[in-house]
């Protein structure tokens, strides 16, 4: 039996496969083909592996090589490439720990770093759609990510870690390439000015927390509560800077 292997691994324990499986050569042959053709189609850069297995399953693919012990089997190559998709996002974790690793930034600088990521998130919301999966909610200083502040407090690491999988999911090309540079210009737009006093300082003062902003109108129905996209999209326009 032949089997072709398509796979895309974000981390260890992230990893997709598409399989095709004949024990005819033509067959395979114009699999290969037609897989070729549709790789533009997928959001990251796959391995392609064509292994002689005893059989068609998987459990017969993992006793030819333990590497595919433990990857996500997808029926169709439409499931496949959604998975990919779905693993290709970044959150807001990674964008984070590229802008802390190239700018030198110190987690001491979270106030500010959290800011720049929030209008990042929103510029390109409510004029592109999201750049990354983030959920900022209406903290007392204005729209923070949870998740991202209890890894700056208590797991900064992992933080550091993130960077990796950054890279690894804007992949080469135009895709990387306006990644970057959205994120390079959100550094150098806000980043200085969250820097400032009195915004540091006084809450207040911030943009964010102008009348009828997103995080207002969150803010009203109490403390934490999640800042959701749709808000975002209406609203952005009144905390612009």
């Known amino acids: 039996m ?7 691994a974000v ?4 990893r997709v496969m598409y399989r095709v499986t004949s024990d005819d050569p033509q067959v395979i042959k114009q699999e ?3 897989i070729a053709a549709k790789l533009d189609q997928l959001d990251m850069v796959p391995g392609i592996h064509t292994l002689t297995t005893d059989d068609g399953t998987v459990a017969s693919l993992v006793d030819k090589d333990p590497y595919f012990e433990g990857v996500e089997d997808t029926n169709s190559w439409a499931d496949f490439e959604t998975r990919v998709t779905q693993m290709s996002r970044l959150t807001t974790t990674e964008v984070a720990a590229y802008m802390i690793h190239k700018y030198h930034l110190s987690l001491h600088q979270r106030y500010a770093i959290q800011k720049t990521l929030y209008y990042l998130y929103a510029d390109h919301l409510a004029t592109e759609g999201r750049l990354f999966e983030g959920q900022f909610v209406a ?10 502040l209890n890894l700056m407090v208590h797991d900064p690491k992992r933080i550091d870690r993130s960077r990796f999988l950054f890279h ?6 135009q895709k990387r390439t306006q990644v970057l540079t959205a994120i390079d210009e959100a550094v150098d737009k806000y980043l200085p000015f969250f820097e400032q006093e009195p915004l540091v300082s006084d809450p207040a003062a911030n943009p964010t927390h102008r009348p009828g902003t997103p995080w207002q109108r969150a803010y009203q129905q109490g403390q934490n509560t999640v800042i959701d996209d749709d808000l975002i999209r209406r609203y952005h326009y009144l905390e612009e800077i």
């Open 11 to 14: 981390a260890p324990d992230c």
């Open 139 to 148: 903290y007392d200083r204005g729209p923070v990510d949870s998740k991202l």
């Open 2 to 8: 032949i089997q072709i292997v398509v796979l895309v």
């Open 168 to 173: 690894e999911k804007i992949g080469v090309g």
């Open 32 to 34: 290969q083909k037609e």
